[in-house]
């Protein structure tokens, strides 16, 4: 079974430009989270999408949005992008009907200058 | 103050010793307990998974729970080079919710 796979693996962009980053889940998986790591904060939970629907989000401003297709890909958008938006972003695919496990992609690398 | 918290290290050992992580946190609601490890340049991948309070083992790895403390730890027995990595441990309220909370990560070195 493939696993979980990101796109683009690194991404350069300046200050002001807009991002979108891509996740395909572990086929048959429908619940798709986004994270935000970095080396002061660690992982910090986005938001989930179910079914296409946004199921959950976390504390992260309004500029950070995403969505879902109906074959549970996904994607998140960063607008105007900051400085301290740098950071690695994973995404996360689960079946949600087993104990929360969620099988992580490899990140994307997104540096802004 | 942050809801979990682990010591970042680096943490450095030689191989065969016993590895102890940790991780304290401040929400009582949190039920289920995880312990991810993450190579460089990977994602984070499912090492145990803990309900409550007590002891899980699985192979050289042991996962322990206490919640009247709010302490999490995770044990490596005769640790080896390959478990060098980054420990992350991560915890949710209930079953349903998906979004985990994690801890910063410990970077964890086993010298041959």
């Known amino acids: 079974k493939a696993g979980v796979t990101q796109t683009p693996r690194y991404l350069i962009k300046t200050r002001g430009q807009q991002v979108t980053l891509s996740c395909s889940p572990i086929?048959?998986?429908?619940?798709v989270s986004w994270y935000q790591q970095t080396p002061g904060q660690g992982l910090q939970f986005l938001f989930e999408?179910?079914?296409?629907?946004?199921?959950n989000k976390g504390n992260f401003p309004g500029r950070f949005s995403g969505r879902q297709f109906s074959n549970s890909r996904s994607e998140m958008n960063v607008s105007t992008l900051e400085l301290g938006d740098s950071a690695l972003y994973l995404c996360?695919?689960?079946?949600?009907?087993?104990?929360?496990?969620?099988?992580f992609g490899p990140g994307t690398r997104l540096t802004v200058l | 103050q942050k809801e979990v918290e682990q010591d970042p290290g680096p943490l450095s050992v030689p191989e065969g010793a016993i590895v102890s992580l940790n991780c304290t946190y401040s929400?009582?609601?949190?039920?289920?307990f995880m312990w991810y490890r993450q190579y460089s340049r990977k994602g984070p991948e499912l090492l145990m998974y803990?309900?409550?309070?007590g002891n899980k083992e699985d192979g050289r790895f042991t996962a322990q729970v206490d919640k009247s403390s709010k302490y999490i730890s995770l044990f490596i027995r005769d640790s080896q080079p390959s478990d060098s990595a980054t420990y992350l441990c991560?915890?949710?309220?209930?079953?349903?919710?998906?979004?985990?909370?994690f801890g910063t990560g410990t970077r964890l070195t086993i010298i041959p």
């Open positions: 996360a695919s689960s079946s949600r009907t087993d104990y929360n496990e969620q099988f």
């Open positions: 991560a915890m949710v309220d209930n079953f349903g919710n998906e979004k985990l909370t």
């Open positions: 803990t309900y409550s309070s």
């Open positions: 999408y179910f079914s296409e629907t946004q199921r």
């Open positions: 086929s048959g998986h429908r619940s």
């Open positions: 929400n009582s609601a949190f039920q289920y």
